[in-house]
């Protein structure tokens, strides 16, 4: 029987709030334009910041869960790498052939309008940035910080499915990974959609004014929201026996 | 489980290759049936006086339709497999009824789009739905069967611990999501909008002004993925089929998941900054600057 004041399922709880803060900080981090972006409008991947996260951290949680079905007893700084790995190079993929898109598709060199030169290589954006748009393309500043938001999404994925298949399966030993899975898909898409209202559809990255404006009330909002999943996570383990 | 180094590559190499041909068809598709956030430019047309012969449904975002179009044919194929059908039987029956029962979404969500627009009297043509959504159809199965045929490998030869409906799920999420950021630049950011000049990004003034003459009479969206097949739709093709691959490459050549696995991955991240930047640095050079530095053009006078 599952118990909710267990200090165990306690921590349990706590680490899936924890994880579903990361995902939505990692969210911050990745740089999205949304509709604009996909016109040259505006800076970034021409997606949805719902659909970019979630499309990079469920390549973590394929990653992370296929490294835990493989070895049971794998420490679990492993299985979260497992997920950053996966996260990471889905993310740097799309960055790439979003990159040839912009660059030999579309024909517009990469501009951030957020800053006039890049933290990063120092190269000069504002005169890049052609007329009537708020830059465009993915320059080296917002692929790096999509790569971050990656890898914090990949190791928040990662984190759900570890604790909650170590919940399930001694209840539901077949199906565990399968609920688990399920689960932290949720728990991916709730934490992914906070931060859209934040965001308000664009945001270039951890250089972005936005960035610091928002992040503190998401992760907060995040964090709570996190909290009462991780308590059904457990309550439907109830269920199992 | 891990398979031995040879059958890992060929599995691998399979894989890769759907993976591809299931982005660039996921593409193409959205192409076809104008969907995502390029779309928002079609549904804008009519609002500026613009009316237009371009099938214009957006089911909902790109990953989300393409999950459910995923899932729904994997969960057709697992319930066939267990009646002992070929799984290559069961595959393509299975991506079939999935690309029937999204190509009757196609058609609600097409006719119920022109219809919020009458009173911007864009007509509803039915000739257009008639020879657009077999084509949708189309282009719907050749990537279902692709990402439910990634989804059985990974679950019978690679081990995965999900079972296939949710692997095509989440399969069916990151082509779409990789396909509305990729592919669609080229659709929205290009094709929309060939009378603006070549090398700038579309001025915000020129929102909604669509170009809707074609190489040969009115534009259709049959011409749309015609032109986006040369670009886009392998781009987003070579997007997919990279995540696929480099994602599992290190764990086939490292033999599971270990600290060398990772570090491999992590140089593959890395390269693939190196090469943004070659990129970047590259376009700079060569499209130039948009106007002058005012210190430098000071200097100068």
Same mark, same amino acid.
């Given at each position: 029987m599952v118990s909710l004041l267990d200090p165990t399922m306690l921590t349990n709880i706590f680490l899936i709030a924890i994880s579903g803060t990361l995902i939505c900080i990692a969210v911050h981090f990745i740089p999205v334009g949304g509709a604009p972006a996909a016109m040259?409008?505006? &800076?970034?991947?021409? &997606?949805?910041t719902v659909e970019l996260a979630a499309g990079s951290g469920l390549v973590g949680l394929l990653t992370a869960s296929h490294m835990y079905a493989g070895e049971?007893?794998?420490p679990v700084s492993l299985v979260l790498a497992a997920g950053a790995m996966g996260s990471m190079i889905m993310m740097a993929s799309v960055g790439i052939a979003c990159g040839i898109m912009y660059a030999y598709g579309v024909g517009v060199p990469f501009a951030s309008a957020?800053?006039?030169?890049?933290?990063?290589?120092g190269a000069r954006q504002d005169l890049y940035v052609s007329k009537g748009t708020q830059g465009h393309g993915v320059p080296t500043v917002c692929f790096v910080s999509g790569l971050i938001g990656a890898a914090l999404g990949g190791i928040g994925g990662a984190l759900i499915y570890y604790v909650l298949v170590g919940i399930y399966t001694p209840l539901i030993t077949t199906s565990a990974a399968a609920v688990a899975g399920v689960f932290t898909v949720a728990v991916f898409y709730v934490n992914s959609v906070i931060p859209s209202y934040g965001v308000a559809g664009t945001i270039e990255g951890f250089h972005d004014p936005k960035f610091r404006r928002v992040l503190p009330k998401d992760a907060v909002t995040s964090f709570v929201v996190s909290l009462l999943s991780g308590i059904i996570a457990v309550m439907i383990a109830g269920g199992m026996v | 489980m891990v398979l031995d180094l040879t059958m890992g590559m060929a599995v691998l190499a399979l894989m890769g290759a759907l993976a591809t041909i299931a982005g660039c068809l996921e593409d193409l598709e959205t192409d076809v049936g104008s969907?995502? #956030? *390029? #779309?928002s430019q079609v549904q804008l047309a009519p609002q500026m006086g613009f009316l237009h012969r371009i099938y214009n449904? *957006?089911?909902?975002g790109e990953p989300v339709s393409y999950g459910f179009s995923a899932v729904t044919g994997a969960t057709v194929t697992t319930v066939l497999l267990n009646f002992r059908l070929y799984p290559l039987t069961a595959i393509t029956i299975g991506a079939f009824i999935a690309a029937i029962i999204y190509g009757v979404f196609s058609t609600t969500a097409h006719a119920g789009r022109i219809a919020s627009q009458s009173r911007f009297k864009q007509p509803l043509y039915m000739d257009m739905i008639r020879y657009t959504t077999p084509t949708i159809i189309a282009h719907n199965f050749i990537a279902n069967f692709c990402l439910i045929a990634i989804a059985y490998l990974q679950f019978t030869? %690679?081990?995965?611990?999900?079972?296939i409906p949710f692997l095509a799920l989440i399969w069916g999420i990151t082509v779409g999501c990789i396909g509305s950021a990729v592919g669609d630049v080229h659709y929205g950011g290009e094709r929309q909008y060939q009378n603006r000049e070549f090398g700038v990004g579309l #001025?915000? *003034? %020129?929102?909604?002004?669509?170009?809707?003459?074609?190489?040969?009479g009115l534009r259709s969206s049959i011409d749309n993925v015609w032109f986006c097949a040369k670009f886009g739709g392998p781009a987003t093709g070579i997007g997919f089929g990279l995540v696929v691959f480099l994602t599992f490459w290190p764990v086939i050549i490292f033999r599971g998941y270990t600290w060398n696995t990772m570090i491999a991955g992590f140089i593959i991240v890395v390269l693939m900054v190196l090469l943004n930047r070659l990129l970047e640095v590259n376009i700079k050079n060569t499209y130039g600057p948009y106007k002058e530095d005012k210190i430098e053009k000071e200097a100068r006078t």
């Open positions: 040259a409008q505006a &800076t970034g991947i021409g &997606t949805g049971p007893n794998a957020q800053v006039k030169r890049d933290p990063i290589t | 969907q995502s #956030n *390029a #779309n449904k *957006a089911i909902s030869m %690679l081990g995965f611990p999900f079972p #001025n915000t *003034a %020129l929102s909604g002004r669509i170009v809707r003459k074609g190489e040969s």
